[in-house]
């Protein structure tokens, strides 16, 4: 903790340094999770697939199923805005009050 130090060192300092090397601080980014074991079944489907030829592959079905979700669950939302654009409908996170669901 910054009191046992003679010379304490204020919050802003520490940023300033950390920003002059490079280092903020940022939203996580997010990825979908894969497990050791699906990273497995992965590998090798890739592996026993890789000798297809091109006639093989153009009968395969290719679907893509994607989660949408209107009100996000949890987490910071950010918008890029300018100070007069606050109340601007593009840039307010619609809410529902209890998690409810349209």
Known sequence: MNV???????????RMELHKQGI???AAIQKSFISD???FKRKN???????WTMEQWK????SDESC???FPASG?????RTPC?????DCLLPRVKHGGVL
């Open 24 to 26: 903020s601080d940022r």
């Open 59 to 62: 009968t395969v079905i290719w």
């Open 85 to 89: 654009h606050a109340y601007n409908t």
């Open 76 to 80: 910071r939302v950010y918008v890029w």
């Open 4 to 14: 046992v130090f003679t010379n304490p060192v204020s919050t802003k300092t520490i």
């Open 45 to 51: 489907w890739c592996l026993s697939h890789k000798a």
């Open 37 to 39: 074991a699906n990273a």
């Open 68 to 70: 949408f979700s209107l």
